[in-house]
């Protein structure tokens, strides 16, 4: 299992971005969370194979019909939190 961090930027914030990308991880099977930032960003911790955080990432620069992405940052995670370990299932923050 991997884990990655993305910030996403862009139109995110009020336009149901955090639903899509919570229902898009959990029809992969992910877990994490996804969350807006203070400074009109969107944050999601995903957690699986490689493969399926490839797809989610996909997704993620897409987004839902009213956003509008313009950048998806990302990074590994090689220690996550303990949080962020026992997470079971994907939240909405």
């Given at each position: 299992m991997r884990a990655r961090k993305f910030w996403i930027s862009g139109q995110v914030q009020g336009v149901g971005y955090r639903q899509?990308?919570?229902r898009v991880a959990r029809e992969f099977g992910l877990k994490g969370?996804?969350?807006?930032?203070s400074d009109g960003r969107v944050e999601a911790f995903a957690a699986g194979s490689a493969r399926l955080l490839e797809d989610f990432e996909a997704r993620l620069r897409?987004?839902?019909p009213a956003g509008d992405v313009r950048g998806v940052e990302v990074e590994d995670v090689t220690k996550a939190t303990t949080a962020d370990v026992r997470i079971e299932g994907f939240d909405i923050r």
């Open positions: 899509f990308a919570a969370w996804v969350r807006n930032l897409q987004g839902p």
